[in-house]
């Protein structure tokens, strides 16, 4: 007989006063930081600074790698954004540790293998990073803190997200269906 204790996920959050400490969070980062919240721009320094170690000549030479590692005097890894991402992840994984939802397995259609869904994902991936390089900036950037700055930018990218979306919706449901 195993004793081993079995715990139940906990329900998940009313999505109101999570979006209200969403909003709360992000008048602090304008508060403190004096700019919005973006995840792009962490990715887009560490992409930098890996060019930087492996090529340098290159890296010094290319006005987008030049913005991410500034003047050479501050290590760019320090930039308050790098420390976002890392607190998105470890906050994600400790509440989901605490709600008890932590599992390995993919989620996904019956239609659709275990190796397709993986791919679908790094290609959606690459068209959103791709995306968010051509936006100037990713969803949380352009969405959150252009949404919350009333940039015309920010609320008709979050309009075309989601035209795209319903756009593709019909044929990709089928996978989940």
Request: aromatic fraction near 12%; proline fraction near 3%.
């Amino acid at each position: 007989m195993s004793t081993q204790k079995t715990y139940e996920p906990k329900p998940y959050s009313n999505p109101y006063l999570v979006g209200v400490g969403l909003g709360l969070v992000l008048l602090a980062a304008f508060l403190i930081m004096g700019r919005g919240l973006g995840a792009s721009g962490a990715a887009s320094t560490l992409v930098a600074v890996g060019i930087e170690k492996v090529a340098p000549e290159h890296a010094a030479n290319n006005n987008f790698y030049k913005e991410y590692l500034g003047d050479g005097t501050t290590n760019p890894l320090k930039d308050w954004l790098v420390f976002e991402v890392l607190g998105v992840i470890v906050g994600g994984f400790l509440s989901g540790t605490f709600a008890h939802r932590i599992n390995f397995t993919t989620e996904k259609g019956p239609n659709v293998t275990n190796k397709q869904r993986l791919i679908y994902a790094f290609i959606g991936g690459t068209i959103m990073g791709i995306g968010a390089k051509l936006a100037r900036g990713c969803t949380s950037g352009l969405a959150l803190t252009g949404g919350a700055v009333l940039s015309l930018g920010g609320w008709l990218f979050m309009l075309a997200v989601f035209a795209g979306a319903y756009a593709v919706a019909y044929f990709i449901r089928r996978q989940w269906l």
